[in-house]
């Protein structure tokens, strides 16, 4: 291990440039940048404090907010996998930081964290480059955009939504609205793509209706098109499984019932899901896995033990069957 | 202000010593504590890295997981407005620390935050008292015990649980199930109180069963009690929506209807609670309100405009009338 010093020497860069690529900061050439972190990595450079004071090493996870359901038990799990390290943790929503990127970079630096786990889909957050930029190992999760050069850890959202699909197809039915997501979040689009695809290939009659991830889209998108057009359709596929309980109550107050008049059917699995009366059928997102296995790739980054190229962990969903879809004549 | 130095030579106290109150070491005379904290406080001592650095001020907020609903809302909305006050803060789980109560502090000290929210019921949280011994300040959320000496913030919550009784009451209720939560809780001890006190006042029929503030306590306590002795009674108040969400599946289950079989009652106000069919009435806790009064209390008292005495702030909360609970004969 050795010290800013001892590596300014060995590769003949000041302190100074060195600290900035530490720092993410631009004003770096990319040449001396790369280096620079491949210097920190060969001399396995530790930030002082760690190195000194022998503290806990620190991990900051960032997530969109503490409101839903999904990066709440992500990062929960994040935590405990860490725990098991000794490391510490926190978690900071985004929301909160608005455009406020150097505010995020800011806090991260000063607070001078060891690792970063990313759990933020959409896919216009700046401030991430500038971390990636940065010398500090980073995770992201639910993002697999193929050009960030980080490790991922996250579902094939395409194929779990094709799945949803083909489980509606199967029971009989042709014609299925959609409530989708804000499509600038990444899973959104990916399973509303999937939705296109599976329903050109099989010539289902789909109708998308905008949804949002919360309760509220799922209700209002199914009392409108119910209003305006009736009940068209037998089966539902929504988004994500509070969209799905959103619409439930749309569907009651229609006076329809599930799975009788209407199938649906969520994405998720959330903890209250199969309380739902009829217990919703939907498919179960790895929530759990998908933040130990965040958790234990970032410890190996910071631990220097991390795989020289950068990898990308997909884990398998599943439909979990329950008692929203009923069988339909074809 | 003053440095550690300047406060030492005023008061005549080693700077060791003064180190070890601000970090709440248990190795100091009650005596020399109150002194040093009265002096921390008159010169208007700030940890070096405010001083040196102006960065922002830090806020560590506890809470005692990130599953639930409750404690996210309320931490969502104590960092809201501190980001508005330019705070950093960072959210931390108990559960996650378990008896290691040594870490938190060790984390909090050595990241060193300026001040604390803790946001949990438990009263065996005995790392609380080592907080408040410190120099860092502290509010609590959701614990009213008149013994803790720090700013407080919450709901009282025997009064609303006094006035959801008496709303089924005047609904001509007489037999009520009560559904509870773990009585380590505070808030679940004290509403469990007004309950039976006001089953005796009214000559209620009332039965307790016992829940865990969870969908499961909910659904399991309502399943069991109804295949046991069947329908006898007309009502049901649940300590938490999330008992109501799961006790909603078994009284489904059983074949009755909500609310014309059997009328249910909430407390809360989950944002899922009006998507419920029928929707849940309920008793309003407002959370995002208690997220701010903490976060403004605990700024005064970092900027060291707080009173000096400790305040108590019980926020209002109200029965959010909907369809889930029917008029029956007296």
Same mark, same amino acid.
């Given at each position: 291990?050795?010290? /800013?010093?001892? @590596?300014?020497?060995? +590769?003949?860069?000041? @302190?100074?440039? @060195?600290?900035?690529? +530490?720092?993410?900061?631009?004003?770096?050439?990319?040449?001396?940048?790369?280096?620079? /972190?491949?210097?920190l990595q060969e001399y396995h450079y530790q930030p002082p404090q760690v190195a000194r004071k022998k503290l806990h090493y620190l991990v900051g996870i960032i997530v969109p907010? $503490? /409101?839903? &359901?999904?990066? &709440?038990?992500i990062s929960e799990s994040i935590e405990l996998e860490l725990s098991k390290h000794g490391y510490d943790s926190f978690v900071t929503s985004t929301h909160l930081l608005l455009n406020k990127e150097i505010e995020i970079l800011e806090q991260f630096f000063s607070r001078r964290v060891d690792g970063i786990i990313i759990c933020t889909t959409k896919n216009d957050d700046k401030h +991430?480059?500038? $971390? +990636?930029?940065?010398? @500090?190992?980073?995770?992201?999760v639910d993002r697999n955009d193929s050009d960030i050069n980080v490790d991922t850890v996250g579902i094939d959202n395409y194929h779990s939504a094709y799945i949803a699909m083909k489980y509606l197809y199967n029971k009989g039915h042709r014609d299925i609205l959609f409530v989708s997501g804000e499509r600038e979040v990444y899973s959104a689009k990916v399973r509303e793509k999937a939705v296109i695809d599976f329903s050109k290939k099989y010539e289902v009659n789909l109708k998308i209706l905008e949804g949002d991830f919360q309760f509220e889209g799922g209700y209002s998108s199914i009392k409108k098109y119910l209003e305006k057009n009736g009940k068209d359709f037998s089966a539902i596929f929504f988004i994500n499984d509070q969209s799905a309980l959103g619409g439930t109550r749309a569907i009651y107050e229609a006076g329809y019932s599930i799975p009788d008049d209407i199938s649906i059917i969520g994405f998720d699995n959330d903890k209250y899901s199969k309380y739902l009366y009829p217990p919703l059928t939907t498919v179960h997102q790895p929530r759990k896995e998908m933040g130990e296995n965040a958790a234990k790739l970032l410890v190996e980054r910071i631990e220097g033990n991390g795989s020289k190229v950068k990898r990308k962990i997909i884990l398998p969903t599943e439909i979990i069957e329950r008692n929203s879809v009923k069988e339909v004549k074809k």
């Open positions: 291990m050795a010290t /800013l010093r001892e @590596i300014s020497k060995k +590769i003949g860069i000041s @302190i100074a440039t @060195i600290s900035r690529v +530490i720092n993410g900061a631009e004003n770096v050439s990319e040449e001396t940048r790369k280096k620079v /972190l491949k210097a907010n $503490l /409101l839903g &359901n999904h990066y &709440n038990m +991430i480059e500038k $971390l +990636i930029r940065s010398a @500090i190992p980073v995770v992201a």
